[in-house]
């Protein structure tokens, strides 16, 4: 592998301090050998709006859309809940999406083991537990026009946004889905609300025609998006990869995250097209949590999502999978050793620092 | 009490065999005295469209305008999964709602204690659970136009939904959050997705404001609705009320039902305005559950949650608030004295078909 260029985000809240714990993994696969990875870094959410008004900069942007991988923290806090719709902080996370077309969220949900008991779920129910919810992230309600609110008179306001599907939008994202369950257990559920709305009824429409178009061989089950909650809550090993739109994506992978009492252990990826020169995807790589202001700075937050991030980076960008596998393998020792942070702790247990935390994970390397 | 006119839809799949067992309820009151209910019949969803082509017929619409109260069982089914989207079953349902203008939907979610153990959840995070969801029910995306799906040559279909809220709508639905926190634990939380959603940032100015006209002394939060999906897995007992909007609330609710490990013992209650003469609201009462159509006829449905829902009418329609934590302690009765239908059973537990549960409550009664 030549020289590869990530541009890191560190964002707001622990966004920053959980960076400077994959910079550290970074730097040990630097100088490993073998790979080579450049770093560059940039400003986004309310730090970038503190910087210069914007919640990303141009400069940034264009960083981005040049980058090999984005490296991204998390944005948002209650610092920023005033300033305008346009420069919110969400908004410099949404540009990146859009302007690098990131159309497929990869978001497993996995119990590690040692952590089974940090669930609130039942331990039988969860134990072992390893789903993939693959969500739409650049259509639907978060893009949708019009987007407005408008006033009425009279003291009345109306608020509007708008729900929109296109067929290519909604085949290239179960393609992905039906193409990552084959590397799985081979069986795919589409969740909508086709009952009550158009855009689900195309989209169950859609993902039926791509399934016989080529994936036949992949099991197909549709659900309704609020029984899927539900299916959640109750069983959810009876899933395996999900499928769903940008807003029950964001619904449904928040609470799955939540099941495995692991959400700060929960990396994602997102996804572009495979460029049809190179066949390389844009990307960019984040964990599921948020960014957490009211523990930012007290050495409370868990790196390991954000770690793990960097670990689908490895697999999915740079087709690393034996140093993905290494991380990976080097996050679970820390845990089996017994190294917690505050998250993932059981009562009484005892607690390390995020840098401690970070460090464990380099030395298991 | 003068004489009442109950409307009973019993709808699809389990909804007529749980109807019977409510008819029982009724049997025993207006045979106890004191109270005189007049019960027609009609038919919705997949039923009405195998009678007459329509989810609801004019006539059962009328009917359902002119009653005190309606009961409600379920609609939908696999049988009528390739209808026209204007006919489906689920139509009936909106339409009722829509025309009956019940823009507040009440959704307990409630643990009962003899039922702690059939949850997927720990014990300690769910044993005396007691949260209210505020959904509302006639606006967003579930009847925002357009609503279509539209052909745009090349094998390209368009599939839009939008998401409409005016500020007189969420003034109403907040208004009914916050005077129902008055009667329980006097805080409400309000989900919505400010951070994507015009109408979210609509819907959260509106609340913060109709909290400041009179209701101060209610404690307000705010969550974002992922977030909010989130915590409700983590630790649902730090919340009250939960008022949310049409989709959120269709989503958090059924979560919510499943953490309980309740499902088929949660009623709900879906209210209009009061009326500018007499005082009384429209009322459409209906289990949470839907209409199983995989166990109709087996005998193995829960009636529960629609008697419960029966019991939601006594108390919110006809204000015999006696009658109702009766009809309450009747349910909680059978469940101590160990009866459960399959649902609710342990592994292991012996179980009853649907008619035994409706009869042992009314034998409590
Ligand atoms: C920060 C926010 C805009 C974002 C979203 O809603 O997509 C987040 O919740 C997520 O899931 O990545
Ligand atoms: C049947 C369906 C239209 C309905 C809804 O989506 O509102 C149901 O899920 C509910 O929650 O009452």
Redesign the pocket.
Known sequence: MGSQNLLLLPGDGIGPEIMVEVKKVIAWFNAKGGMAFETDEGLVGGSAYDAHGQSISEEDMAKAMAADAVIFGAVGGPKWDNVAYEVRPEAGLLRLRKDMELFANLRPAICYPALADASSLKKDIIEGLDILIVRELTGGVYFGEPKEITDLGNGQKRGVDTQVYDTYEIERISKVAFELARTRNNKVTSME?R??MKSGVLWNEVVTQTHKNGFEDVTLEHM?A?AGGMQLVRWPKQFDVIVTDNLFGDMLSDVAAMLTGSLGMLPSASLGAPDAKTGKRKALYEPVHGSAPDIAGTGAANPIAMIASFGMALRYSFEEVAAADLLDKAIANALDKGLRTKDIAAEGEATVPTAEMGDAIVAEL
Chains 1, 2 share one sequence.
């Open positions: 609300k009952n009550v309704l609020d």
